[in-house]
């Protein structure tokens, strides 16, 4: 089992920066993938950015350019550095591991305001 803590949601002005960190912890070696989805409201979950324990990384063209995925030294954290943020990135930013199977943490809200 995977537990999964995100934190460093919050409200910024349209231009500004976050970083958020996702935790993983539980009975676990090394978590293969892990990453970042996002809900707005009616809208449906999509992928914004992950990594593998390799370092190889994928995002979504909508913030190619403007956000960084990083694993931490401990391989079971990742965080998502994002720049440039526009009102569009408005969403619940929820954390995502894979471990043998899929895991999601609890969410933290983002909002971009024009």
């Known amino acids: 089992q995977v537990q999964l803590v995100e934190s460093g949601g919050g409200l910024v002005q349209a231009g500004g920066s976050l970083r958020l960190s996702c935790a993983a912890s539980?009975?676990?070696?090394?978590?293969?993938?892990m990453g970042w989805y996002r809900q707005a409201p009616g809208k449906q979950r999509e992928l914004v950015a992950t990594?593998?324990?390799?370092?190889?990384?994928n995002y979504a063209d909508s913030v190619k350019g403007r956000f960084t995925i990083s694993r931490g030294n401990a391989k079971n954290t990742v965080y998502l550095q994002m720049n440039s943020l526009k009102p569009e990135d408005t969403a619940v930013y929820l954390c995502?591991?894979?471990?043998?199977?899929?895991?999601w943490g609890q969410g933290t809200q983002v909002t971009v305001s024009s």
């Open positions: 995502y591991a894979y471990y043998y199977q899929n895991y």
């Open positions: 539980g009975s676990i070696f090394s978590i293969n993938k």
């Open positions: 990594i593998t324990s390799g370092g190889i990384t």
